[in-house]
């Protein structure tokens, strides 16, 4: 009878041949390509480097490393993972296609490059499309924030801003009524007359003041933001302004591949099981990537369940492939 380590050992390999490929290297990949790593699988993880949470000086919530800058979170993880054997590329997955032969799937690299993995997990996380304010994009991540569990605290008190620019807009400047008690609503393009009667009620009830008209842009001195600009002139004096991005997935590659989507109240999403399983044999997705409002410590929850369940499988099935021979 041939072995396992016979029929899919090291000796299979070439350079160019993995058992598993995270694209992605944020704390969703990095969580993946270290339980695979531990596992002794033999992983590559292509980083194109945009985490989505660089313009963040400090990262918060995520037990033992809460107030961690991103930056050092990120190489930490690069040196844990590269411990266990896994490799990492500095480089972009432009296109993957799947075959019938064990070594299933074939990505593309920017670079030229050609890889191949007998498993996929895409971990590439998502965009934030922000309003087309002046001053947003430069202040996003310092004073203009969109999630008070991530930000809250470090603004707590201060004069808050909400800016209106989705649906869910309503229900953030309730939320940050946890943090502050002096928060101004702007409509911004939306019709003041289009809130509803229950919307300003419970504004009403929370405290929070609306200001109807167009924002014309974010208020900086020194520095530091000091207000919000309508477009009649009049300045609002705020300190933070909490704006609901919209959320982009990065997801073209799993399209590519056929995987299912579904619609979420943040967009369409992939269709995923519980340990990021797609509708495409043999591919995980995993973090923000499948779920828009994942924080680092899910995404890292989400890598590692993911990794877990792929080696499980991958043990068993070349005992069965091995047994059958």
């Known amino acids: ?5 016979e029929k899919y050992g090291t000796a299979k390999y070439g350079t160019e041949t993995y058992e598993v490929i995270v694209i992605g290297g944020g704390a969703a990949g990095l969580s993946a390509a270290l339980v695979l790593g531990r ?15 660089a313009p963040a000086a400090h990262m918060q919530g995520y037990l033992s490393r809460d107030g961690m800058p991103p930056a050092a979170f990120l190489a930490v993880g690069r ?15 432009v296109d993957v296609t799947r075959g019938e032969d064990p070594d299933g799937f074939a990505v593309e690299l920017a670079s030229g490059r050609t890889v191949r993995a007998r498993r996929l997990i895409v971990a590439t996380g998502l965009a934030d499309e922000l309003p087309p304010v002046p001053g947003v994009a430069e202040r996003f ?20 801003g909400v800016i209106v620019t989705s649906p869910m807009s309503v229900h953030q400047a309730l939320l940050v009524t946890q943090w502050s008690k002096d928060v101004t609503l702007f409509p911004h393009t939306t019709d003041e007359a289009d809130l509803s009667d229950e919307d300003l009620r419970r504004l009403a009830a929370a405290g929070v003041h609306v200001v109807p008209g167009e924002v014309a842009e974010i208020v900086v001195e020194d520095d530091r933001l000091t207000g919000v600009r309508l477009a009649d002139g009049t300045v609002h004096a705020r300190s933070a302004v909490f704006v609901a991005p919209r959320f982009v997935p990065r997801t073209a590659l799993l399209e590519r591949l056929g995987a299912e989507t579904k619609e979420t109240p943040f967009g369409m999403a992939p269709e995923v099981d519980e340990t990021g399983r797609t509708t495409v044999p043999g591919v995980w997705a995993v973090g923000n990537a499948t779920l828009m409002t994942q ?19 991958m043990v068993m099935e070349d005992i069965e492939a091995a047994v059958g021979v």
């Not at 040196?79 to 997955?93: F, I, K, P």
């Not at 924080?295 to 499988?313: L, P």
Request: net charge negative; with cysteine; glycine share 8%.
């Open 1 to 5: 009878m041939v072995t396992v380590t």
């Open 39 to 53: 596992a002794r699988r033999r992983t590559l993880v292509v980083d194109a480097g945009e985490p989505r949470n």
């Open 79 to 93: 040196e844990e993972v590269t411990s266990y054997g896994v490799e990492l590329v500095h480089d972009r997955a």
């Open 141 to 160: 991540g310092r004073d203009v924030l969109h999630c008070p569990y991530c930000h809250g605290w470090e603004v707590r008190d201060l004069p808050f």
């Open 295 to 313: 924080q680092v410590v899910h995404a890292a929850g989400d890598g590692y369940k993911a990794a877990a369940t792929i080696n499980n499988e």
